[in-house]
């Protein structure tokens, strides 16, 4: 599966800090669609997915995964 990440949240995770992305992390677990899901594995995600943020340079980012 190939999904795009928006222009706007990938300029947002290039500039996050990792405090930040921890915080975004626990606020998203409380969300019905990722309740239950442990804070910690949504923190790594999203330090995965802004580490090409930041390299991306302006270029458009996608999250590709197999199911």
């Known amino acids: ?6 222009d706007t949240l990938r ?3 290039a ?3 990792p405090a930040t ?3 975004a ?6 969300t019905e ?4 899901l442990d804070p910690a594995g949504i923190a790594d995600f999203l330090v995965r ?4 943020a930041r390299r991306a340079n302006g ?5 590709y995964w197999a199911l």
């Open 1 to 6: 599966m190939i999904v795009a990440v928006t």
């Open 11 to 13: 300029d947002a995770l």
């Open 15 to 17: 500039d996050a800090a």
């Open 21 to 23: 992305l921890d915080a």
């Open 25 to 30: 992390a626990l606020r998203l677990t409380s």
């Open 33 to 36: 669609e990722l309740a239950g």
């Open 49 to 52: 997915l802004a580490g090409p």
């Open 59 to 63: 270029w458009h980012l996608y999250c």
